[in-house]
């Protein structure tokens, strides 16, 4: 028997300890906190729409309670009398101002109670105390009275706006009739504002590679950097450049793939290798070179005068190891041109460039040490 008994006594003392902690929790569910409560009335004369048992009440953005009844008024069939449990230590007096709010624009909806005077206390002890809330208005309601201020507006002001679509009619039918015009001043405008395309694209020439007859094979082998060339501004460009008698340089409609310097130290690279020299690189493909080449162009253009004539000129320094010089030379060449046309210009530049390169191929065997 004793061991039945033992058993009977454990499962009521949990059944015991069950049904307190339920009580417990349902206890402060109800009364939200361990601190004393006050039962409060808001009135709601009119409409508390979404307003539920258990929403929450705050004070001043605060919570201090929550919704524990709602009842009507059988006197008064449109009020709503809302039963709060708040804390006891809430500010609230006879000023103070209940609404209804919503968390967002479709959130829970919770009663709000705000200000107050302290020299109005709630009269406590002679039940519970009420406060007539401001008049509650529903999203659907708001909806409404903003369609109908549209509506208004629309009908006070439907003849402008009749005027104002007339108006627009006619000003797109006059636009019709005169396109071409508008084109014609758009232009010009455009024109005169320094946009569109004033001149035809320009026609794209490359500067040939052309067949040598310097062989370098037979040098020794040490890595040269071609440094990047030098030149003035105005021949760090992809336009062919003319200079006329008064000395002036202009480009004309003809481009090269590559601005003149790049497409120099492009060719003169090329021109090594076909050369039989292997070890010729641009300035980032050697960190340590042996020797550097450093070209500073000093002409590059088709000159007019007194005869049309393709003019190429290059200074040119071979550098050691340290640094120091160990040869210069000035590579000048020409070659006749028909005339300053594209065509016969581009072909009188691939000549003297030609020339160029041959001569620098003559220079390097000279410069750069025998084995």
């Known amino acids: 028997m004793e061991p039945r008994v033992r058993y009977i006594v454990v499962g009521l003392f949990a059944l015991l300890t069950g049904l307190a902690g339920l009580g417990f929790t349902l206890w402060i569910q109800n009364k ?68 209804l709010e919503a968390q967002g624009l479709l959130g829970a909806v919770y009663v709000s109670l705000a200000g107050g005077d302290a020299s109005k206390p709630l009269e406590r002890g002679q039940g519970a105390p009420v406060i007539v809330a401001r008049a509650a208005t529903s999203l ?78 037979q040098l020794p082998e ?5 440094a990047d060339p030098t030149t003035v501004a105005s021949l760090d460009t992809q336009r062919l450049i003319v200079k006329n008698p008064q000395g002036e340089l202009s480009p004309q409609a003809v481009q090269w793939p590559d601005t003149i310097p790049k497409l120099i130290q492009k060719r003169v690279l090329q021109s090594f290798d076909k050369a039989g020299y292997r070890f010729a690189t641009g300035p980032n493909d050697t960190p ?4 550097q080449l450093l070209i500073d162009i000093g002409a590059f253009q088709i000159t007019d005068a007194p005869q049309p004539h393709a003019q190429i000129a290059l200074a040119v320094r071979l550098l050691g190891a340290d ?19 594209p065509e016969q210009a581009v072909a009188a530049m691939n000549e003297a460039f030609a020339k160029v390169l041959e001569a620098l191929l003559v220079w390097c065997r000279s410069a750069l040490p025998a084995k």
């Open 32 to 99: 939200g906190s361990l601190r004393g409560r006050d039962e409060l009335i808001v009135r709601f004369e009119t409409a508390a729409p979404g307003l539920r048992t258990g929403a929450p009440v705050t004070f001043n953005g605060v919570r201090v309670g929550e919704v524990t009844r709602l009842d009507f008024d059988r006197s008064h069939l449109s009020a709503v009398d809302a039963h709060l449990a708040v804390d006891r230590d809430a500010p609230i007096t006879r000023a103070t101002q209940a609404t």
């Open 140 to 217: 659907s309601q708001q909806a409404r009275e903003t369609l109908d201020a549209v509506k208004t507006l629309v009908d006070d002001n439907a003849a402008p706006l009749h005027d104002i679509v007339l108006n627009a009619q006619s000003f797109a039918a006059a636009l019709g009739r005169n396109s071409d015009r508008v084109d014609s001043i758009l232009q010009g405008l455009d024109r005169s504002l320094g946009g569109g395309d004033k001149e035809a694209k320009p026609a794209l020439y490359d500067l040939a590679q052309p067949a040598l007859k310097t062989d370098l094979s």
């Open 222 to 226: 040490a890595a040269l950097v071609v």
């Open 288 to 291: 340590t070179p042996d020797y």
């Open 323 to 341: 640094g120091k010089v160990l040869d210069r030379t000035v590579i000048e060449e020409r070659a006749p041109a028909a005339s300053t046309d």
